[in-house]
């Protein structure tokens, strides 16, 4: 079965740049999104179709899909990113997601 | 705006089945662009897909879960429904119903999850 590989935790300091990795056999060649889960709450689609951000996701979040990597940046990290972060692709019929990042801002 | 809400039992004994149902307002289930999806997540831990229903009665099913599974879709009521069966304690999770765009492969509407929790 397809598997999305992603790191168990992240950390960042306020102001910088934060990079969420999500490997995957070609999921270069699938779409990939990212959810934003914070506690408590149900997960918000913060990208899809690779790159794109829905209305009201900040300009600070962006993605990118090549090879075998997903990538999700969010750039100027503010303390209000700090969430889980799971990647999701579809797979021979199946929804895959990815076993979620811890971003902490400190 | 549409909404999702799940609704059903949050205890359920082990071996018995878990039922809930996710009413969907501001919107149509019978669009053709969506399928409708369940997912799951343990306390502590990741999302789980269990599968995904189209407004004909097609279905897809999590691999792992899909001898215990069966999903179905009232259009009348605007509502999808989850049956899981011979739950464990491995079972208790907080479950959320979505609606999942099929050719951009995403989930862009939850619920706001409900926790179901087996035990005797």
Known sequence: ?????????????????????????????KYACWYQQKPGQSPVLVIYQDDKRPSGIPERFSGSNSGNTATLTISGTQAL????????????????????TKLTVL | QLQLQESGPGLVKPSETLSLTCTVSGGSISSSSYYWGWIRQPPGKGLEWIG?????????????????????????????????SSV??????????????????????WGQGTLVTVSS
């Open chain 1, 81 to 100: 990113d700090e969430a889980d972060y799971y990647c999701q692709a579809w797979d021979s019929s199946t929804v895959v997601f990815g076993g979620g």
């Open chain 1, 1 to 29: 079965s397809y598997e999305l590989t992603q790191p168990p935790s992240v950390s960042v300091s306020p102001g910088q740049t934060a990079s969420i990795t999500c490997s995957g056999d070609k999921l270069g060649d």
């Open chain 2, 52 to 84: 995904s229903i189209y407004y004909s009665g097609s279905t897809y099913y999590n691999p792992s879960l899909k001898s215990r599974v069966t999903i179905s879709v009232d259009t009348s009521k605007n509502q999808f429904s989850l049956k899981l």
């Open chain 2, 88 to 109: 464990t304690a491995a079972d208790t999770a907080v479950y959320f119903c979505a609606r999942y765009v099929v050719v951009i492969a995403n989930f862009d509407y």
